[in-house]
């Protein structure tokens, strides 16, 4: 199932709007309505753009690919540098920086709707089907330059992932501010080690 941006400014808008709205008050409460009245406009000016609130919530997971995909971008200085470039990304997929680029209790509700909805579901495979395919590129470069020796990068990009998917799942439990760090590093370590750098990583 292929992704439909969200070109226009005001869907732009009113998707920011209704995820301040689910943010606050959880998905299942989050309405049209509601969304509306925060921006100030018609409700009639939504449906124009989302037919119905299954609508919105496909908009949402548009906007969550958006954010995830700001953690691939990198300091202009380190673009050319395939090991930089790289290093950059699993430091900030294993930072407070991935986990606060959405809400938990968003993004997981969006998530569960998953086995209930078609649409959702197809939606949510091209989202991780695209953070993967981003990180298998850049593994594919590293190879490129011997950086790395990577014999299938697109299954190391779906272990490191599924290592993410699982640590922040689990993480989203931990109160504490330092266990939190510890486990942390320790599933960034593994994801490098998985990467199988040709010189070590400092």
């Known amino acids: 199932m292929g992704r439909k941006s969200l070109k226009e400014p005001r869907q732009k808008e009113i998707i920011r709007a209704f995820y301040k709205v689910a943010k606050k008050e959880g998905l299942e409460n989050a309405s049209i309505a509601k969304t509306a009245e925060l921006i100030g406009i018609n409700p009639s000016l939504i449906v124009h753009y989302f037919k119905s609130k299954d609508h919105l919530v496909y908009g949402l997971i548009e906007y969550i690919l958006d954010k995830y995909l700001l953690i691939y971008k990198v300091a202009p200085e380190d673009a050319p540098n395939p090991k930089t470039n790289l290093l950059s990304v699993i430091d900030n997929i294993f930072s407070s920086k991935w986990n ?44 490129a330059m011997g950086i790395l020796s990577v014999k299938d990068p697109a299954h190391t990009a779906d272990l490191i992932f599924v290592l993410v998917d699982g640590a922040y799942y689990y993480l989203s439990l931990v109160t504490d501010k330092e266990e939190y760090q510890d486990k942390l590093m320790q599933y960034k370590r593994q994801a490098i080690a998985l990467l199988n750098f040709s010189s070590p990583v400092s």
């Open 100 to 143: 606060t680029l959405f809400d938990d209790s968003v993004s997981y509700s969006c998530y569960s709707l998953a086995f209930r909805d078609k649409i959702i579901k197809g939606k949510y495979k091209v989202l991780l089907d695209a953070l993967r395919e981003r990180l298998q590129q850049l593994i594919v470069d590293c190879n």
